[in-house]
Structure formats: structure tokens, C-alpha cells
């Protein structure tokens, strides 16, 4: 039964998530905001809503491992999973402002979720430092995209339904969300305690891999179009997500245990891969991940996952 609440819950996150995206992606055409702003902020937002559901349901329901690996877990795998099996595909070409910016607030993000973690435990406090940079984050970014769109140099998206099926497809999806994280978490902490397997780890690997499906899902669908404005900005800003919301919202209303083993090991692999993925963009001129740095990507998320389970 556990197993069937697993299969359960990863095919109503996926599909919710799917929903999310292109009713999110709908919503920001009819208020005419650029695709790079549409990727970093509604596409991203749409693919973190799993995990957002996820750790909070785990949070709530005293499963602290389950809330915090499963943020650090996606993390890792949206840049070296996601990201890297994207650049087997296709190359990806990545535009200069992505870098500077994106990836700096994106790096900042991971390095205030280390030094916040160093007590062991995400309060009230924390929660809230997240969530307001966050919004100062958003509204920078929806401001320079208004102002580009006035000059004429940002590029916006046609609405593809109507808005208020729009608004209809975001409301399905956040139901889905909901149930389907309660699925997940149940299956999976049962699963762990039948298996003898502890929490963080199956929330860093199962749990990651499964509410990150829709962002590979996402970016793979984003690169095969050549819509890479809305595959870079949906991978940054889904970590940024994943920590500053995620993590904000939840430490807010449930103060989060942050593992040992979380802060020493798997924070660190967050931090590695998030700087491999600016060293694989020099030079900033011509920044580009090849498919052989996608590969890397890849074997280093097989690395992870196996050193995790030795």
C-alpha cells in the first residue's frame, strides 16, 4: 500500500505540476511580462509548488529530514540532472544577465540557507528573511521585464487559453499538489521506516527526484522549442524558490531540524554543483553548457546518489 501511495503521489505532482506550468504560463501572457521573467518567476514557481507542498506536509506532520532533503535534494538535481541531461540534448546557451544576476541571488540564497542552518534549526526569523528577499527578488525582476517591454526589447508570451481557464488550471493544480504531496510523504516515510532506511535519505534522492519531474519535464519541453529564456530562468529560479519559499514559508509556520549529515555533506554537493555551473558558463561573453559539461553534470549526480546510499 505504501508503494501504491508513492506511485500515487509522484503522478499527481507531475501532473498538477504540468497544469501549474502552463496555466502560471497563461496568467503572466494576459499581464504581458517577459519569457525570461516567465521562467524565473511563474514556470518556477509552478515546479517548486511540489516540493513546496511536500516539505511543508513533512514539516507539519514531524518529519523534518523529509522537508529540508527534499529542498537540497531537488536543488541538486535540477542543475545536475535537469540541467545536465537538457545539455546532452541540445547546448545551452546562456544570456549574460542570467548569469550576473540570477545566478548570483541564486548562489546568495544557498549560502544564507548554510549559514542560517549552522544552529540546526530554521525558525520564524529565518523563514521570514527568506520570504522578504524573495519578494524583493520577484519585484526587481517583474520591473526591469515592465521596463524592457516599454523600450521594446523584452519579449513577452501570447496567453494560450483564456483567463479564467487560466485561473481554472492553476486552482486544479494546487488541489493536486496538495493531495499529492500527502500521498508522497506518507508513502515514503512508511517506506523508509519498513526498509531501514533513514528520512534524509530518502527525501534527498526518491522524494527529490520525484517532485523535481516537473522542472525536468519543463525545461526539457523549453529546450527542445529553443526557448532557452525560459529553460535557464526556470532551473534559477526554481532553486531560489525551493529555498527562499520553500523553506521561508515552512520555517515560518513549523519550525525546521536541520540534520547533521544535511549541513556537513549535502549542503556542501548543493554548493559545489551550484559553483561548477558558473565555472561551466565562463567565459561570460559566450557563455554556453556543452553536452560534454552536461555529462559531467550527470555523473556527478550519479556519484551523489550512490555515495548517499554506500
Not at 44 to 63: D, I, M, N, Q, Y
Not at 174 to 191: D, Q, R, T
Request: proline share 2%; aromatic share 12%; glycine share 8%.
Amino acid at each position: 500500500m505504501d508503494y501504491i501511495y508513492l506511485f500515487l503521489g509522484f503522478t499527481l505532482l507531475t501532473l498538477s505540476g504540468d497544469f501549474l506550468i502552463k496555466g502560471s504560463v497563461s496568467l503572466a501572457g494576459h499581464f504581458k511580462v517577459s519569457k525570461l521573467v516567465i521562467g524565473i518567476v511563474v514556470v518556477s514557481f509552478g515546479t517548486s509548488a511540489p516540493e513546496l507542498v511536500v516539505s511543508l506536509e513533512a514539516a507539519l506532520k514531524g518529519h523534518p529530514d523529509i522537508a529540508i532533503g527534499n529542498v537540497v535534494g531537488s536543488n541538486i538535481a535540477n542543475i545536475a540532472l535537469v540541467l545536465g541531461l537538457t545539455a546532452i540534448i541540445i547546448p545551452i546557451k546562456v544570456k549574460k544577465k542570467a548569469i550576473l544576476f540570477d545566478w548570483g541571488a541564486m548562489m546568495f540564497a544557498c549560502i544564507l540557507f548554510y549559514i542560517f542552518s549552522l544552529n540546526h534549526e530554521l525558525g520564524f526569523f529565518e523563514g521570514l528573511a527568506f520570504v522578504c528577499i524573495l519578494l524583493a527578488f520577484i519585484y526587481r525582476s517583474i520591473s526591469v521585464s515592465r521596463k524592457e517591454n516599454k523600450k521594446g526589447i523584452g519579449e513577452s508570451v501570447k496567453p494560450q487559453h483564456t483567463l479564467w481557464i487560466s485561473f481554472i488550471l492553476v486552482i486544479l493544480a494546487s488541489i493536486g499538489l496538495v493531495y499529492g504531496a500527502n500521498f508522497l510523504v506518507k508513502g515514503a516515510s512508511n517506506v523508509a521506516l519498513s526498509l531501514g532506511i533513514n528520512e534524509r535519505i530518502i527525501s534527498v534522492s526518491v522524494i527529490a527526484l520525484g517532485t523535481s519531474l516537473p522542472e525536468l519535464a519543463a525545461s526539457v519541453s523549453a529546450a527542445l522549442r529553443k526557448e532557452l529564456d525560459i529553460f535557464i530562468g526556470n532551473i534559477i529560479g526554481s532553486n531560489l524558490f525551493n529555498i527562499m519559499a520553500i523553506l521561508g514559508f515552512t520555517s515560518m509556520i513549523k519550525s525546521i531540524n536541520v540534520n547533521e549529515k544535511v549541513l556537513t555533506f549535502d549542503m556542501f554537493w548543493m554548493l559545489g554543483i551550484f559553483l561548477l555551473l558558473f565555472i561551466f558558463i565562463l567565459p561570460l561573453r559566450k557563455a554556453l553548457v556543452t553536452r560534454w559539461k552536461g555529462l559531467i553534470f550527470v555523473s556527478l549526480y550519479v556519484v551523489y546518489i550512490y555515495l548517499i546510499f554506500k
